[in-house]
């Protein structure tokens, strides 16, 4: 197996107080060792995985009987699926793709909804609705209108279009596979949608769109089974990639450096940076610790948001990641003019290598202090290798730091308003604080 790097040399580490992170270490690989004998740590142990292994291959000429999945799930339940379609099923972009096609419902846009409801061939479209909880409002009500239009379809045998990947136990989504006789996939105990992407959640549509998905599993298994092992020790922990990095975003935190820029210069890996996003924010952003992830893409973001990165507040540190074995692409031909001569026969991957490293070292010459990811290759395993050590990587951070990240308190409160504000039963006390804060004086200017 190739091995990723991480390039510490502009960490800024002699500056921050890393020594003061890693003395919690003893704790931490005792906790570790803890939560993962006690299964709450699934995403690092992955107890589930060759039940699910043995299920995908169940029902692998099932789901790729189909020439489109629409899969229904928002946060965790999407952003997964969504970074690796994106990273390596990028034919669904390009000109002339002839299918399988995978569309992923990840919010309440009633023009994107009636675009599948109108165009998608239904009896050749598989709806795989996915939630661990079974009940978020975004994809059931989703589920409900697609549920509908199957029905008129395809009459009687309307459940074999879909497939629902949730808990075993418990939910809605259960109590209607039950019901009615729709195939399911488990989300396991205690993983929670931001780490659940070597799951059945993201494993399915992997498999629907043919990606070498058992790789991504055992590049994140390589990272993470030393983790894993009953007989964690405190020196294998200091040394292990993600409690490094860990320790160097606490200290970054400690010193004010409350944003986190993850710029990778993968360009078809861009969306690995929302996948991360949401970790990082869901996980970490509690009782006004953490820091702002902010997702970015060489060699687009230069010419947008990299001014601010080099010149606003000097509040960002940066995960910036690359891969050396990029496709070189295609020559720029010799017959252009002598103002571009410096880019004659040079081909696209010099061009992308070149950028990454001018903008790299820019930030570092502007004191951002980063770290380099550097992918072996642009493959699955390479991805599973980085996105197993960015959830250990987040676990690590939250308990430096003091937080809880697996939970996400915070953003309750507007789900509970907006079921409020939908005539939902109960929720008195959010109906009345509504009611005033529809009731305040709206200060408002036409534009
Ligand atoms: O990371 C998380 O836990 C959340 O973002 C969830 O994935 C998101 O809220 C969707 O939840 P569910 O899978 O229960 O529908």
Redesign the pocket.
Known sequence: MATNIIDWTDSWQDKLDIKAQTESADAISARFCEEVAEGKLPFCSMPYMAELLHDLDGLENYVQGFDHMLLL???????GARALQKAFFPAQDQPCHKGPWLWIGDNVCAKTLDSYLEKLPLEKTLVAV???????I??ISQYFLIRKRMQEKLGEKWNNNFLFV?DKEN?FLREQANELSIRTLE?PDNL?????ILSA?GLLPAMFMKMDYRSLVEGAAEILSPLASPNLTTEALIEHPSYKLACWNAALMEKGYNELIFFSYIPQWACFGQWFA??WA?SLGKEGKGSQPIPAVGATDQHSVNQMFLDGPRNKACMFLTCDSLPDGEEIPQNIPDNFGYIKGKNFGELIHAEGLGTKMALSANSVPLIELKMAADSEESAGRLMGLLMATTIFTGWLIGINPID?PA?ELGKRLAKARLGADGLKEEKADLEAFLCNTRVEQKF
Do not use: C, F, P
């Open positions: 799930g928002i946060g965790g339940s999407a952003l996915v939630s661990k909880s079974g009940g978020t975004e994809t949730t939910g989300v929670g949608g931001r780490y659940s959640v949401q970790l869901e996400q953003v």
